[in-house]
């Protein structure tokens, strides 16, 4: 059974950092794109980031470039999130996603930047 349990979020003000986690099981973490969404009240799913199988190679939405940090631990099955310098436009349920089941979604963990 695979499983995404994302965790991390919080309420934080405007500028200021957090660092998600998603912990994976079920499938051979290491062969597999690895990806974070997010997605605000009322709004579409969005892609944030995404992070090659061996890590090498990253992808962002010009929203949060230079301002978030994907990177990943293969040998903990791990995915992670830097989020620094964070916007009340950021606040969204983020979710992490696999390339192996790419339907399949986890609880999320909320991310509230408010002041």
């Known amino acids: 059974q695979v499983q995404l349990v994302e965790s991390g979020g919080g309420l934080v003000q405007p500028g200021g950092s957090l660092r998600l986690s998603c912990a994976a099981s079920?499938?051979?973490?290491?062969?597999?794109?690895m990806r974070w969404y997010r997605q605000a009240p009322g709004k579409e799913r969005e892609l944030v980031a995404f992070?090659?199988?061996?890590?090498?190679?990253?992808y962002y939405v010009d929203s949060v470039k230079g301002r978030f940090t994907i990177s990943r631990n293969n040998a903990k099955n791990s995915l992670y999130l830097q989020m620094n310098s964070l916007k009340p436009e950021d606040t969204a349920v983020y979710y992490c996603?696999?390339?192996?089941?790419?339907?399949?979604w986890g609880q999320g963990t909320q991310v509230t930047v408010s002041s």
């Open positions: 992070i090659t199988s061996n890590g090498v190679s990253t």
């Open positions: 079920g499938f051979t973490f290491s062969n597999y794109v």
């Open positions: 996603n696999t390339g192996y089941t790419s339907d399949y």
